[in-house]
């Protein structure tokens, strides 16, 4: 994680106080970017209670970072992890870079999960009836 770019964003995820972690993923995480490219950026917000105030603040983190970098709004995905799909879990685990960790239980505990999820899929699919 070594440029300055992903250092600024992170250093700005990392002073909000209603996250507990973030993970950079997608082409920016691999190192294959474009100018074309997006920023895909995963969120584990501190309470997930209410899917309409994380919303809110999704927009508010997606503002954050345009302004951040001086990019349109369009250039900046926010995913909420405790509301994504097993496919977008397993990307952001196998690619992902973190960008803050304001939790390290939090974060351990979302890799476990994902991949007793990752591997429940797979059993079920080669042993199920």
Avoid at 39 to 46: P, R
Wanted: one cysteine or more.
């Amino acid at each position: 994680m070594a440029s300055k770019i992903i250092l600024q964003l992170s250093k700005a995820l990392k002073a909000r106080t209603d996250i507990k972690f973030s993970i950079l993923f997608g082409s920016r995480a691999r190192g294959t970017e474009t100018p074309e490219s997006d920023w895909d950026i995963a969120i584990w917000f501190k309470d997930n209670s209410d899917a309409w105030e994380n919303l809110g603040k999704k927009e508010d983190i997606r503002n954050q970072v345009c302004k951040l970098f001086a990019i349109n709004e369009t250039k900046v995905d926010i995913v909420d992890l405790a509301r994504s799909e097993l496919s977008i879990n397993a990307t952001v685990v196998d690619e992902g870079i973190e960008l803050s960790e304001q939790d390290s239980l939090a974060l351990a505990y979302y890799y476990q999960g994902v991949w007793s999820k990752i591997e429940e899929f797979y059993w079920n699919l080669n042993h199920a009836a």
